[in-house]
Structure formats: C-alpha cells, structure tokens
C-alpha cells in the first residue's frame, strides 16, 4: 500500500503533527494568492497595465486612442485611420475588414483593439490563439454606440477616467453643434471609388450624422451602400450632396464631380450645395461627430 494514500495508518500524534502541518502549509497558499489576486494577477488586472504594443483596428478606434492621449502604444494602425495625420504615419496592417494575422503578429503587439466590424474573424482568433489579448469594441452607427466604444478603449488601456472625461466633452459637443438652427434638406452621400458612384443609405454612419445635423437622406429606406443610375438620382432631387475627399480625388477633382450628367442637373449643384468631407469624418462615427454636424449645418443654412 502507498504509504501517502491515506494518513490513518500513522500513530496518532504524528497524525496530529500531519494535520498541523497541512493546516500551516494550506494557510500560507491562501495568503499567497490573496497576494497575487491583489497585485493584479488574476482575472487579466495585470493585461491593460503591461500592454505596451497595441494594434488598432478601425479608424474612430485609432483616433479614440490618440484622443485619449494613449498614442505613445500604438505600434500599428489599419489603412482606415486617417487622423489625425500622425496616424498615418504608423505602420500599417492592411484594412481593418481584411486583416492579415501574419502581419499583425510580426509587429508583436501585447494588445490588439479591434472595431466589431474588423475579421476575417479567423484571422483575430489566429492572433488570439497565440496568446495577445483581443479586445473587440463596439462599433455600430449609432451615438451610444460611440460612447461604448470610448468607454471599452478607455478600460482596456486602463484609463478610464479620461474615457469619461472625453465622452462627456463630447456629448455636450454634440448637444451645442445640434443646437445651432439649420434647414432640412433633401440630402445624399455619395461614394466614388472604383468608378461607379455608391450613395448611403439607412443603417449607415453616414446616414445617422445626416439625421442628426437635421437633414433628410432621401434613400434611407434602402440599406447600405449601394449602386444608384443617373435616372433615379435626378428623380431623387437632392438639395445637397455629401462627398468625401478620397471619393473627389477619384472622380478627378470638383468641377468634374459637378460636370457628371448624373449630378449636374440636382438642385444640391444649381444652390452650390457640394459639401466635401474629411472620409472618416464623413464615414465614421467618431471623437469629431460634432463637427460633422456642424459642418453640415453651416452648409444647409437656415432661410427661416
């Protein structure tokens, strides 16, 4: 019999000796994890404190953290993070809807933050499954949606106070930018960036900025982005057209943009109407919503 398989074979004061000494040594353990768990441990306390290398995936996700003044971690950002400038400037990882796992993890990031919407999804668990700590933050067209994200950044680089700092900054932001008297006028984005022309419709960043600066996007009962002919566009009369710099670049600069068929004979150019937008500030839900919305009610005017 194995003379550790049980204790009740011992004389009784070696017993009792046993049992002290099993007491003492489960004592000490307990105290070393309370230890530990203290220090930061368990329950991943240690992770936002340690990380050092952090990828960001999604373009509001990396201006939130330059925002948050947390940039001095970025190691990486995707091809979606135009701003600031100095953004741009940071190794690039592919576009956050397409991302490499290889080409993140030759960067040897601690902590990547990653929008809801990037993937593939394999590629993230790829990344996880080697052990670098994947946080996905919300990233939905909504304003709450912007405020959740703000908040889940803040905690994973563990500065949460300057994420409520920044998110009340911007919601009185946004309640003086939404406070200023414009018309509502009949209004569409368009998208121009392999040659045939996408307009925004509802369930889109884009549309949920137009809803708050006070306009009507005329094909909100479509979803998305999608393919709109010249014929249904004119029939559609906008009053004023949304563009984003990157989509006028492509379509060779402002006075082409106006001369297309589709576009020229809109009441948006008749009124000089064309307002040009920074991409993501146009596209993304993001830390600059409120100037958004004040750009384009300064364009929409106010006839009353």
């Keep these: 019999m194995n003379r550790f398989a049980s204790n009740r074979w011992l004389p009784d004061g070696m017993h009792k000796s046993t049992k002290r000494k099993q007491s003492m040594k489960k004592n000490a353990v307990t105290r070393c994890l309370a230890i530990l768990a203290a220090a930061g441990f368990f329950c991943g306390g240690a992770n936002a404190q340690q990380a050092q290398r952090v990828v960001s995936l999604g373009g509001t996700v990396t201006e939130i953290i330059y925002d948050l003044q947390m940039q001095h971690k970025l190691v990486a950002d995707d091809q979606s993070s135009l701003y600031p400038e100095a953004a741009t400037k940071l190794p690039r990882v592919g576009y956050y809807r397409a991302v490499p ?6 960067l040897k990031p601690d902590l990547v933050i990653a929008s809801e919407n990037a993937g593939p999804a394999a590629s993230l668990e790829k990344v996880r499954s080697v052990g670098v700590e994947v946080v996905t933050v919300s990233d939905k067209p909504t304003i709450d949606s912007l405020y959740e994200r703000i908040e889940q950044i803040a905690q994973a680089l563990d500065v949460p106070e300057k994420g409520k700092a920044l998110a009340a900054e911007i919601q009185e932001n946004v309640k003086q930018a939404q406070a200023r008297p414009s018309d509502s006028l009949r209004t569409v984005l368009i998208l121009n960036r392999t040659g045939s022309k996408l307009m925004a419709g509802g369930d889109t960043t884009a549309s949920a900025i137009m809803e708050m600066a006070g306009l009507e996007n005329v094909l909100k009962s479509q979803r998305g982005y999608k393919p709109v002919s010249a014929e249904s566009l004119l029939a559609l009369k906008p009053e004023m057209i949304i563009v984003t710099n990157g989509s006028l670049q492509a379509a060779g600069g402002i006075d082409k943009f106006k001369s297309d068929p589709a576009i ?3 009441p948006a150019v008749k009124n000089n109407r064309i307002v040009v937008m920074d991409d993501l500030l146009a ?11 004040s750009q384009l009610k300064a364009a929409a005017g106010y006839a009353n």
């Design 101 to 106: 796992a290889e080409g993140v993890l030759s």
């Design 264 to 266: 020229a004979f809109t």
């Design 283 to 293: 596209l993304g839900m993001g830390p600059r919503v409120s100037l958004a919305i």
